[in-house]
């Protein structure tokens, strides 16, 4: 069974980049695709971007500007970017498996992060 594990800072410092990663285990990262999906407090879920089984990324249009979303196959991770946050972005995080369009129900636990002014 696969399971995500997300890790990265709990406060980051308005107009810094936030850099968060996922560690993917009893799967390999080259198999399906990834998303990364953030929930900001009282709000709903936006999901963010998504890197591919073979690395392509795809980023939603409203924070593509600022998202960039890698991965290293040695590590069985994949790495999501923010740049310039602000404390809009505060959220909690999560990375999740994704079937090319449909986010499947393998989530991390999530990561909380505050941006702070």
């Known amino acids: 069974q696969v399971q995500l594990q997300e890790s990265g800072p709990g406060l980051v410092k308005s107009s810094q980049t936030l850099s968060l990663t996922c560690t993917v285990s009893?799967?390999?990262?080259?198999?399906?695709?990834w998303s990364w999906i953030r929930q900001p407090p009282g709000k709903g879920l936006e999901w963010m971007g998504a890197i591919s089984s073979s690395g392509n990324t795809y980023y939603s249009p409203s924070l593509k500007s600022r998202t960039s979303i890698s991965r290293d196959t040695s590590k069985n991770q994949c790495t999501l970017q923010l740049s310039s946050v602000t404390p809009e972005d505060t959220a909690m995080y999560y990375c999740a498996r994704d079937y090319g369009g449909t986010v499947s129900d393998d989530w991390g636990q999530g990561t909380q992060v505050t941006v702070s002014s």
């Open positions: 009893g799967g390999s990262i080259t198999t399906n695709y």
